[in-house]
């Protein structure tokens, strides 16, 4: 599940407006806007006057552009955003459902000022958003498990709301948790994961009376007995009988399995104590993160964010082994954006990790294989030009020396952002595995390497014949792991 979601078509046009724009340097051409959000140009006219009615400053309509008068940060835009998403009535409704927990039809109508034929179609727009999360808007309840339900609310309002600043109207505080990490778990909280736990707790405390609803659904479960097991349980569970003394014993032991799994999930306290203190029977975790780990590091080099990219892929298979769902913290655009520019070699290597298996024997719901190949491009695209293998291009050029390593240059300039390359002048008695000559050469059968000419490095369909040969190489390189 995406943010955009939650708005309803008017107020995802808004959203989609200003994020493509700030996405473009705070100004766009109007047709690229209208061909991006499929659009007509009155429509786009809307939109803008919609926006400036929140602050008539907010944008500059010219002729031919779009300007938003925003400082270029995502600060600023999500700000906005959040406004824009306050008048969503999808959001409002689950924000209802939590704040109250129990509401009839015409309570939650008459709250929403709207009629009851329209509550009925909001619940079941709701209901579609849900079912992912094995949740559901029923019998005058949110139903569904205890994890189910604060995982989904965790994300509906730090996603929504939080951006790293604490959530006054539903924070709490962090009931004595920081300085428990501090002493007793070995980790120093930072601003953001302080304000991610403090969240948490207070969603649970908020709770407290109505969990054993849920509670009753889970502690019958293997899982549940089998995460007991664990040091980080038992930390937990020392945690909430010091600081949470107004809960009874079953719920103390439930909330220490609830953050057992959200500290397994979310990076708060340090990952190394995360990993090796939850360790428990039939966890396949461990086993699945050493295989993809080992298929990463076989095809890029990533040095000094080893332990970044370990941690990151440890709780993203984690959130998606041991909860239902996959709320994503990232906006569709810039998804899709990332997305668009994949290459064939990291295709390949995805490929690879989804066939392991161990994975396989998960049988993913098709969301959950998307999030998988959505998470591992984004840990991935960092680190494009770290591949292993390095592709070595010969330079043939009639150019003059300063001209001629200029052109050299912007070969590299153009390919480094994105593939490990070694860009020279041609010698006769080195290999390559790409010939680039700025001129026609009429005998080729000297060359054992493609040879690929390009004249003018200025024109955008020769830079992308650079790109589309240099990945094809990069991928007949890709060498799998795993025995057909």
Known sequence: MHNEQLFDHKGLQIYSLLLLLHLHNNHTHKSELCTALKITSPTLSQLTEQINAFDPQLLTVTRHEVILNLPYNGQAVNALNAQILASSLRFQLLDLYFKYS??????????????????????????????EFKLELKQNMLRGSGIQFFYFYFNFYWN???????LKNVVISDHGFKEYAQQKLGSQLNIIQNDQISLWLSLLSSKHELIQSYFSQEETKPLFFEIKETPLYEALLKYFKQNWIFLDKELVEYYSYLTFIFLNTYNIISYPVTEINSLFKHSKCQQLLEQVTTILTNSYNFNTDFNSLRSSLYFTINKLLLLEGYYYSNNSLNLEAKKEVSQPFEEKVIAEILNIPLAKQFSLEPHKLQAIQDNLKMMIYPHKNMKRNCISIGVVSQLTIATRYAYITKIQNILSKGHNISVNDYREEADYDLVIADFNLHDLTKFKAPVLFLDDLEIQSNIDLLEKEVSRIESDMYQPLLLQ
Do not use: D
């Open 160 to 166: 929504n709301h939080a951006k790293g600043s604490t």
């Open 102 to 131: 129990h509401l009839t039809r015409e309570e939650t109508a008459r709250i929403l000022n709207i009629s009851l034929t329209s509550t009925n179609k909001l619940i079941g727009e709701c209901n579609a958003l849900l079912s």
